[in-house]
């Protein structure tokens, strides 16, 4: 069945929609109630700072952005400026209080650009480079999404076993909502770039290029410390039992629109490569905060 063509007006239309239904969440609308804490800690901890960082991150992303992206559209803008920042940033703090009230030190966040980003940045103001930064910048989000949208289904999942409900339903309910919608933009913009045949085929080429030699999970940030963290939170999660249906979640999306489903391409290899390296880090190394 053919797919309904993508415009920019629909996508505008998905983002205010957004915007009007899922205000940022505020700290007053969670219920921080904890049964016990430290049976929490000593099974989520991990977890949950992992989330708290990442989530926190966020105004690096923007700054990556706007390296990546100096003529960066309205409609782009507007989503990661006055939608999504300020939604992500939320959920940021909420979390980082539970850490807190877990009895935990609030999250470090890492706010350096990589070189890589930085040397794309350099190159950026080429339209055709850019381009390709657009691409890969929604195609990203995506796989970074659907990592949210698992994790916090699973992580709901683990609360309400330990009989948490206040914080599964106040604090993970409300932020895991969000996400989904934050998935759709990426997908709908990333879809539409294929559909338009945007990218000619030596910016696809560069493109596969450029995802399968530089790619890292989220929060990772080519520091193996967070690396052995991702791996706890795979671990933490029970996702590390079914790591290619994960890469599968994950990375659909982007084995259709960057390899056209290749050789009957599931998701690309590098995502499942990424998880069981991770996974690997931590049962080596072991993670523990102090190390970061
Ligand atoms: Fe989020
Ligand atoms: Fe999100």
Redesign the pocket.
Known sequence: MARATITSAAIMQHVLILQDEHPPIRLDSVDRTILEPVVVRERLAPVIDYLARVELEVDRNVLELLTLLPGVSELDRYFYQDV?QP??IA?GLILDRLQVDLGLPPAEVFLGIPMRMKLLGALAHLPAVQEISRFLYYLTGAA??KQ?VVAYSRLTTQLDRLGETAISRTVIGQIKR??PG??AFYQMSATQMVQDEVLAPWQMFLARVLREKGFALVGTNYVPEYQAQLGAVLVGLELDLELERYAKDMGRLEARLLWANRNGMAFPPYFLEALRQSVDMYREKGFSRQAV
């Open positions: 999504w939604q992500e959920h970074t999404e949210a969000q996400e934050h998935y």
